[in-house]
């Protein structure tokens, strides 16, 4: 006999949409005469093989659209990269709780974990499907036009740069703002977004799809610095030099890694800090100040793109309808339709485990250094409606009296 239980997981980095998904799936499942109760896993895949679950079921309707609207995950998250060993463990449970139905809500890592409980579930007869659900601020899970959660911390990084640009041209000097993405640029390419006037920073951008040159990069610098009088700059924390090795392991001393093995990127202003020093030292500008956005991002209240927020919404319902109405497991993905609208397919897992999308070539400049038109068009839309405007004062000047 059917047990209609499902379960509902996040994992990885928070976005400010997340939960979006999250309540998709709640509501949507509540509407299947099928499902009698609905689990979510705190902290995500740990929380599975600890057996953490909280009922969902007995959430109220107007509390979970309360939730939906509020940033980060609220089930929690886990940075657990699980293994084959894991995901059997994860099964385990699954299996133990009668679980029929799994869904995950994260990026690459969270969709290869579905791929691998998928397997061992086939193996063993267990009738379990499972669907992952995308996720991510890096928007660099292959075959999606975009992620949930990208156009939201791209907004939130057109924006910032946009003010930083203000600041920088009120007081000039030179300006970095390293912006997440180990291996896309995405998001750092938004920053692009913020500009209004020709003469409008970043002047310079820099993402890891492209070989990062410290002496370029410090002779791109003085160019624009002479051209403009300063120089706003938007750096992704993975950029990298010829042989693959990211400029902040080149540049730093000491060096933290994460529980992969990886270079420690985000957490710390050390890129920001170390290409600074070599613009002061190298260039003698005087006045050069650098930010790491670093986890505000990700989850920040007040600026969340409202496309962002439907379209987060609805993978997490057409996961439960695909999975409730269909026949396999797959990963949902969002496809554009027009100049702006989206369509939803479910793709097999395979096709989008593990894999990593990056910028495409068009959407970067001959320089490398700033995007193209075709990526601002490709970006405007996502962004979402009312975005903040600035204006300038027009330069009417005052004849002199004393030529000073």
Known sequence: MASGKILVAQGGGPTAVINQSLVGVVLEARRHLGIRRVYGARHGVRGIVNEDFVDLTQETSHNLELVAGTPAAALGSTRDKPDLAYCREMFKVLAAHEIEHFFNIGGNDSSDTVRIVAEEAAKAGYPLRCIHIPKTIDNDLVLNDHTPGFPSAARFVAQAFAGANLDNAALPGV????????????????????????DDGPHLIYVPERVFDVERFLADVKAMYERHGRC???VSEGIHDASGQPILARLAQDLERDAHGNVQLSGSG???????????DKLKIKRVRGDTFGYLQRSFVGCVSDVDQREAREVGEKAVQYAMWG?????????????????YELLPLA?????????????????????????????????????????RLRPNAVPKVLGR
């Open 232 to 234: 706003v700059i938007a």
């Open 351 to 391: 096709a989008v485990a593990g894999k990593t999308r990056t910028m495409e070539d068009e959407f970067l400049s001959a320089s490398g250094t700033d995007v193209t038109d075709a990526f601002r068009l490709y970006l405007r839309p996502l962004l979402g409606s009312g975005l903040p405007d600035a204006f």
């Open 327 to 343: 026949s396999t497991n797959g990963s949902v993905a969002i496809k554009r339709t027009g100049f702006y609208s989206v369509d």
């Open 270 to 280: 050390a890129l920001a800090d170390l290409l600074c020093d070599e613009i002061r």
């Open 175 to 198: 300006y970095v703002g390293v912006v997440m993405g180990r291996h896309a640029g995405f998001l750092t390419a938004a920053a692009a977004l913020g500009k209004k006037f020709p």
